[in-house]
């Protein structure tokens, strides 16, 4: 597995990196790499790392399983790359960011805007098994992407933990809330976003927080490609 990460987080990281649990799950990737297709490619899985880095990290947004469909996933959770028509999840987000902060629904579901301004979008599995969700979970990537949300807690300035559905909201043990702001409502999923998705506002949510804390906000707005 190709780790190529900026030095803030290599620093952070490379006590996780060494330790047995990590090689092992190396191995378990590259050997599904070897016999399967694996989302996303491996140039991609750290691209919420590589977008932004730890110190520009303002907001964390995460996800659970990476996209597992064909050409969806590049390493950003709920964001798909141009071209790909975004998935029920993420078009649910759209419509919550309408009703929010009157987004205009652009023609692509590629999220990397929001990483540019600090927005660390991180699935807690960062890999997947082609047309198989959740194949990758209890390998060692909820070991890791544990380790980053207690390294990103530590932080002294506050972080706004942005947690959609029971999945995210069972991290919540991980983050001190006296100094960080949690936003969270059910999952955007079709399957929960009507039982407290909708209309939770999340989006200016997030902006109050940042407000708050004297960070600048995130302008929501996608182009279009």
């Known amino acids: 597995m190709d780790i190529n990460i900026p030095a803030s987080w290599q620093t952070l990281l490379n006590e ?14 590259d050997e599904e790499r070897r016999n399967y297709s694996v989302f996303p490619p491996e140039q991609d899985v750290f691209s919420a790392l590589n977008l932004t880095p730890y110190e520009h990290a303002n907001v964390f947004l995460l996800g659970q399983d990476p996209y597992h469909d064909n050409n969806q996933a590049h390493g950003l959770c709920f964001s798909v790359r141009p071209g790909i028509k975004p998935p029920p999840s993420l078009v649910n987000i759209f419509k919550e960011l309408r009703h929010d902060v009157d987004f205009r629904i652009p023609n692509n579901g590629y999220l990397v805007p929001w990483a540019e301004q600090g927005i660390l979008m991180l699935n807690a599995v960062l ?30 300035d506050p972080v706004v933990f942005v947690l959609w559905g029971g999945y995210a909201q069972k991290k919540r043990s991980l983050i001190d809330t006296t100094r960080h702001k949690i936003v969270q409502s059910a999952h955007p999923s079709p399957l929960s976003a009507h ?3 909708f209309g939770s506002r ?17 302008d929501w707005q996608l182009p279009d490609l």
């Open 16 to 29: 996780e990196f060494e330790k047995p649990y990590f090689q092992k799950l190396e191995q378990f990737v």
């Open 127 to 156: 890999t997947v098994r082609a047309h198989s969700a959740n194949s990758h979970k209890n390998h060692g990537w909820e070991t890791f992407t544990d380790a980053i949300i207690s390294k990103v807690n530590a932080r002294e």
């Open 195 to 197: 039982n407290g998705f």
């Open 202 to 218: 999340p989006f200016s949510a997030i902006n109050n927080a940042l407000r708050e804390a004297g960070k600048p906000t995130i």
